[in-house]
């Protein structure tokens, strides 16, 4: 398909979802509709992200600044919102089933509230270490000794959760001057490998947790179940739940822990090319968004106080 332009190749991948749905005997007002949302969403790529904007090259940022635009700039009802994003579900899924795309960047993106507000606030000082902590007081060693590291990822690396599934253990690169993560997102032609540096606090949970690591696995994965088998990222989303309702904290997922990252690594550097490319964002505008969703939030709750 990279053959083809971007707007070819989107146009073949709608008629493609189209014939599935048809074929899955849908309505044919419903398929006029999903196909109607997702040129909707194609316009707002091409107007905000730019011309180069693709069906074929969305990441799970597009997909969350679109669902921050419908529901905080268009004031849209969450029914609607979430309706959108039902449209992208159902697009991605059926074109990863098809092997038009290698992955789907709604896995990780969560429905909208009756407020407008996703699950994705960031995690005050004093949150983070009783998020830690919960991680710590697991009742099987080896498993809290994995889910504690996989924390600590999330928190000081600003990983996806897909990035922290696919981690392979050559993937942990020990090298002057300090240890560092080699993350490559191989299913977009034009992703360029980040190296991420690890403080002490991380790699000393990572050596903990590889103390634990099942040998008995043929995988190079790094993260493992205790039957050896590579985790999901449902397995990584059910952690931060369990570990979040353990202390009594709400709204927290894995994006919470990913803007927590961001937030922290902005007011500390003020630097927005580095935090862009530490979360691996393709432009620095997708970064501005993503750090101005929050203080958008900030405003609200300041001026109902």
Same mark, same amino acid.
């Given at each position: 398909?990279?053959?083809?332009?971007?707007?070819?190749?989107?146009?073949?991948?709608?008629?493609?979802? =189209?014939?599935? &749905?048809?074929?899955?005997?849908?309505?044919?007002?419903?398929?006029?509709?999903?196909? $109607?949302?997702?040129?909707?969403?194609?316009? %707002?790529? +091409?107007?905000? !992200?730019?011309?180069?904007?693709?069906?074929?090259?969305?990441?799970?940022?597009?997909?969350?600044?679109?669902? #921050?635009?419908? *529901?905080?700039?268009?004031?849209?009802? *969450?029914?609607?919102?979430?309706? #959108?994003?039902?449209?992208?579900?159902?697009?991605?899924?059926?074109?990863?089933?098809?092997?038009?795309?290698?992955?789907?960047?709604?896995? @990780?993106?969560? &429905?909208?509230?009756?407020?407008?507000?996703?699950?994705?606030?960031?995690?005050?000082? =004093?949150?983070?270490?009783?998020?830690?902590?919960?991680?710590?007081?697991?009742?099987?060693?080896?498993?809290?000794?994995?889910?504690?590291? !996989?924390?600590?990822?999330?928190? /000081?690396?600003?990983?996806?959760?897909? @990035?922290?599934?696919?981690?392979? +253990?050559?993937?942990?690169?020990?090298?002057?001057?300090?240890?560092?993560?080699?993350?490559?997102?191989? %299913? /977009?032609?034009?992703?360029?490998?980040?190296?991420?540096?690890?403080?002490?606090?991380?790699?000393?949970?990572?050596?903990?947790?590889? +103390?634990?690591?099942?040998?008995?696995?043929?995988?190079?994965?790094?993260?493992?179940?205790? @039957?050896?088998?590579? !985790?999901?990222?449902?397995?990584?989303?059910?952690?931060?739940?369990?570990? *979040?309702?353990?202390?009594?904290? =709400?709204?927290?997922?894995?994006?919470?822990?990913?803007?927590?990252?961001?937030?922290?690594?902005?007011? =500390?550097?003020?630097?927005?090319? &580095?935090?862009?490319?530490? &979360?691996?964002?393709?432009?620095? $505008?997708?970064?501005?968004?993503?750090? *101005?969703? #929050?203080?958008?939030?900030?405003?609200?709750?300041?001026?109902?106080?």
């Amino acid at each position: 398909m990279s053959q083809v332009s971007g707007s070819d190749q989107d146009e073949l991948m709608l008629v493609k979802f =189209e014939e599935s &749905l048809t074929q899955a005997g849908l309505s044919a007002s419903t398929i006029v509709n999903y196909l $109607a949302d997702l040129r909707v969403f194609l316009r %707002w790529g +091409k107007r905000e !992200i730019g011309e180069q904007f693709s069906l074929a090259r969305v990441s799970s940022d597009h997909v969350r600044l679109y669902r #921050h635009y419908l *529901a905080q700039e268009l004031h849209r009802a *969450a029914a609607t919102v979430n309706r #959108h994003l039902m449209a992208l579900r159902k697009f991605f899924a059926l074109t990863k089933e098809m092997g038009l795309l290698a992955e789907d960047p709604t896995t @990780e993106i969560a &429905l909208v509230q009756e407020d407008g507000q996703a699950n994705s606030r960031p995690l005050s000082k =004093e949150e983070v270490e009783e998020l830690l902590a919960a991680a710590q007081k697991g009742s099987r060693a080896g498993l809290a000794r994995r889910d504690l590291a !996989i924390l600590h990822l999330l928190l /000081h690396t600003g990983l996806k959760v897909s @990035e922290i599934v696919a981690l392979k +253990k050559d993937d942990l690169v020990f090298e002057y001057p300090g240890v560092q993560l080699k993350v490559c997102r191989e %299913w /977009h032609e034009d992703s360029k490998t980040r190296y991420l540096p690890l403080v002490g606090e991380v790699c000393k949970t990572l050596h903990e947790y590889l +103390k634990v690591r099942p040998q008995t696995s043929t995988t190079d994965h790094f993260f493992l179940s205790q @039957e050896g088998r590579p !985790i999901s990222n449902r397995t990584v989303q059910r952690i931060i739940g369990d570990c *979040a309702r353990a202390v009594g904290l =709400e709204g927290v997922s894995a994006q919470s822990l990913r803007r927590t990252f961001a937030l922290q690594l902005f007011s =500390e550097t003020h630097d927005l090319e &580095l935090v862009s490319e530490r &979360l691996g964002h393709q432009t620095k $505008a997708i970064t501005e968004q993503y750090l *101005a969703v #929050h203080e958008h939030h900030q405003q609200e709750v300041r001026s109902k106080e």
